[in-house]
């Protein structure tokens, strides 16, 4: 069944009749070790190198999230473009989509929430900043708790879902985090993986950018 661009943005999602392209970008090729970060960091750990056990466990906890946030993020993209080149529009992959993505950001915000912990605590935005970080915080809050995000009451009744994508990017009521912002964000936490999966062997624990 075909539907009309009226049921499509009132009872799936806000704006998505417009949602005709995709322009998520692929980053498998961003860094030399992509995907690796983990299985580099352990044998680094047994052959080379020994962290203090408490920086081990908070080096394992980032490069899991980096490494989870990446294989989200492009499952996103491939059922976006899926649903995209569907006749019929299935909807089912455009829920799938919007399902990696959420996932992606927040197992990305948990990766730049550790780097704050590894920094002895230094704040990673400033509150409402609107930064491309600050945005990924309050969209992965909204899709975390959708019944403190819809109680609010700036957000409309009309909404049947709380979080949309679109052309751009990832959308709420208020804001909204271009693909070519998130794909930033995930490359700084790939370039950060990168390092300290491959600790030098003098290594102390040092601030993480």
Request: with cysteine.
């Amino acid at each position: 069944m075909v539907l009309s661009k009226y049921s499509m943005d009132t009872f799936i999602a806000p704006r998505l009749s417009e949602l005709t392209k995709v322009i998520v970008p692929d980053l498998h090729s961003c860094t030399k070790e992509y995907g690796n970060w983990v299985n580099i960091f352990i044998l680094n750990t047994i052959v080379r190198i020994r962290i203090i056990k408490r920086d081990r466990q908070l080096i394992m906890y980032f490069l899991r999230k980096v490494e989870g946030a990446f294989q989200e993020y492009h499952e996103g993209r491939f059922f976006l473009e899926s649903y995209v080149k569907s006749r019929n529009k299935a909807i089912s992959s455009y829920f799938h989509s919007l399902r990696h993505f959420e996932a992606a950001m927040s197992l990305a915000y948990h990766a730049f929430d550790t780097i704050r912990i590894m920094n002895q605590g230094k704040k990673l935005f400033t509150k409402e900043d609107g930064s491309p970080l600050q945005r990924l915080n309050y969209l992965q809050n909204l899709s975390k708790h959708p019944d403190k995000g819809l109680s609010q009451s700036d957000i409309s009744s009309e909404l049947n879902i709380s979080i949309w994508l679109t052309n751009e990017g990832i959308e709420c009521h208020s804001t909204k985090l271009l693909f070519s912002e998130f794909s930033s964000l995930l490359i700084k936490l790939a370039k950060s993986a990168e390092v300290i999966s491959n600790p030098p062997l003098s290594s102390q624990k040092k601030n993480i950018t």
